[in-house]
């Protein structure tokens, strides 16, 4: 199912933000993450054809090429009437619109009355826009998101996406995908007694996208204080990248704007 | 006499204060025309701001209210006083009250679910066997939208008295499969199977977690129970995906689901049956006495 290694030569790295253009009869096929995915632009129609392949370890870039041939016609086609005459296309990330439950594959302890710091890589929406407005077409996300749900009973709580992580305490070890966004999570453990990490909420609607040079993603970095319970805690957003991403552009803003000018949050059930 | 006739009747006409009534019509039109205006204006104000069911409860409270006032004010402008209209409505309502108890039960029933609120509207409800999306709770009675899309009037008194299952209320719910597999197979491998298919299905939550229970010896499967916690609103899909999936794996697997059959045994301390193999059936009704004698 995985392009050749030939093929994959000839194809060029696909970008976040910047503006495609396609004439009619011309497709653009992306390969990246779990999908793939075809727009084709026709004389009057957008048309968007996707499609879910195991993830390819060792594939680290987005493909992208533009062909002048028809995508398979039995694949399911999602069709658009052109907004405009606009050739042009761009690809926006988006983060998900659930908050994330982050779920480390060996739970973590940290010492009482310290801190660490985790990267945690989340899963991406891609939005697609067409046209000299930018009309928006349909969101994928570029893997198939599980469900969990987090709340004291099954009768209060929320829906969240769920994400296992390596939660790694290095910067360099963090796989650097163009397909996943690095958020920076700081958590200070203020109890005299350990904190075991088995999971905690990440509000990745809150958190905004920003590019760096080489096409990775980064989110603000999120601070975690666990003061007394382990059910509560507080949660902050930065208004700043980490030094370490580096010049970055923003590229997608936060899907919401947070309560209360919004850099603190008190979380119930934060960790798990 | 046709001349006395018409005398008595343009006396009769000319004696009515025609300007009263239609002042009072026009107080009653106007009244619907604002009480429908103000309710479409609630309704569009709060369709964005509140859910279905609340939209519709303040609409339709809002529209009441309007009309009530203007009915008043024609009933004052027509010459009636409020006292004796209240009067009589209240020796009214007594005689309504016993000649339509069924309504009168039906409204008060209706007061009680207001209050209660065990539903909303856009729920799925499940009543007497009735399944299906609740479409408006009026004074009397309460309308479903079955999934195959009849529409079902249901009284407010049968809700009150009955079991009302809302499907709705809460956002994750969790559905049971019952899985039989043959008494040959090993157990703990088809638990581990079906617990991974439960990971790996995106409609399947995470947390809380499924399970498998062992429910039974039945005559022909060992009875699983395979629970897992889906999405309230991705039931249907999560269900029928699940059960797809389970065949699969089961049958990739090798793993058997029995259908229902019986096995006649003896025991082990019992003699084998004995097993006679017989000619066709011509061929031994000809040397049957019994065949002979009746023949």
Request: proline share 5%; hydrophobic share 45%; aromatic share 8%.
């Amino acid at each position: 199912m995985t392009t050749s290694l030939e093929t994959q030569q000839t194809m060029q790295d696909g970008q976040w933000g910047i503006h495609y253009t396609l004439e009619p009869g011309q497709t653009q096929y992306h390969e990246l993450s779990h999908t793939r995915v075809w727009v084709t632009l026709l004389e009057q129609e957008w048309q968007i054809r996707s499609q879910r392949v195991p993830e390819d370890d060792n594939q680290k870039r987005w493909l992208q090429r533009v062909t002048d041939t028809l995508p398979d016609a039995e694949m399911d086609v999602q069709r658009f009437v052109r907004p405009d005459n606009g050739n042009q296309l761009r690809y926006l990330p988006a983060m998900s619109s659930l908050a994330t439950v982050i779920r480390p594959h060996q739970p973590l302890t940290i010492a009482a009355n310290s801190e660490c710091m985790i990267y945690v890589g989340t899963l991406l929406w891609m939005r697609i826009q067409v046209g000299n407005k930018g009309a928006h077409l349909v969101e994928l996300p570029l893997a198939d998101p599980s469900l969990t749900w987090v709340g004291r009973t099954t009768m209060e709580g929320e829906l969240c996406y769920s994400a296992a992580t390596y939660a790694r305490l290095v910067l360099d070890a963090v796989p650097k995908r163009p397909w996943r966004a690095i958020t920076p999570v700081r958590i200070v453990n203020e109890r005299p007694q350990p904190l075991l990490l088995e999971r905690f909420n990440l509000p990745t609607p809150l958190l905004s996208l920003h590019g760096d040079e080489k096409g990775q993603l980064w989110t603000p970095g999120v601070t975690v204080v666990c003061e007394t319970d382990m059910n509560s805690a507080r949660l902050r957003i930065d208004h700043r990248l980490i030094a370490e991403a580096g010049h970055c552009e923003l590229v997608a803003p936060a899907r919401e704007q947070s309560a209360r000018g919004g850099l603190v949050r008190a979380y119930d059930r934060i960790f798990g | 006499m046709i001349e006395q006739f018409e005398n008595s009747l343009m006396q009769f006409v000319g004696a009515i204060a025609w300007s009263k009534w239609i002042s009072t019509l026009f107080l009653l039109i106007l009244g619907i025309l604002l009480a429908s205006f103000a309710a479409r204006g609630v309704s569009r104000f709060m369709e964005e701001r509140a859910s279905r069911h609340h939209t519709v409860m303040v609409r339709r409270l809002v529209f009441y209210i309007v009309l009530a006032i203007f009915f008043v004010a024609a009933l004052r402008e027509a010459g009636f006083s409020l006292d004796v209209v209240l009067g009589a409505a209240g020796i009214l309502t007594v005689a309504i009250g016993f000649a339509s108890q069924t309504s009168a039960s039906n409204m008060i029933s209706g007061l009680f679910l207001l209050v209660e609120k065990p539903f909303e509207i856009g729920n799925f409800i499940e009543v007497e066997g009735t399944i299906g999306e609740v479409v408006a709770i009026d004074m009397l009675s309460v309308k479903l939208r079955t999934p195959d899309n009849l529409y079902v009037r249901i009284p407010n008194e049968t809700l009150i008295k009955t079991r009302v299952v809302n499907r709705s209320r809460f956002p994750i719910r969790r559905m049971d499969l019952t899985v039989g597999i043959a008494y040959a197979e090993d157990l703990e491998r088809v638990e581990n199977l079906l617990l991974e298919l439960a990971r790996q299905n995106s409609v399947s939550l995470e947390e809380p977690k499924a399970f498998v229970l062992v429910t039974g010896f039945g005559p022909s499967s060992v009875d699983l129970q395979f629970s897992f916690w889906v999405p309230a609103n991705r039931v249907l899909e999560g269900r029928s995906q699940m059960m797809v999936a389970i065949k699969k794996a089961l049958d990739e697997e090798g793993i058997e689901i029995p259908f229902p059959h019986t096995s006649i045994y003896a025991g082990s301390h019992s003699e084998p049956f004995r097993v006679e193999l017989l000619r066709p059936e011509t061929s031994t009704k000809k040397g049957d006495p019994d065949a002979d004698q009746n023949g």
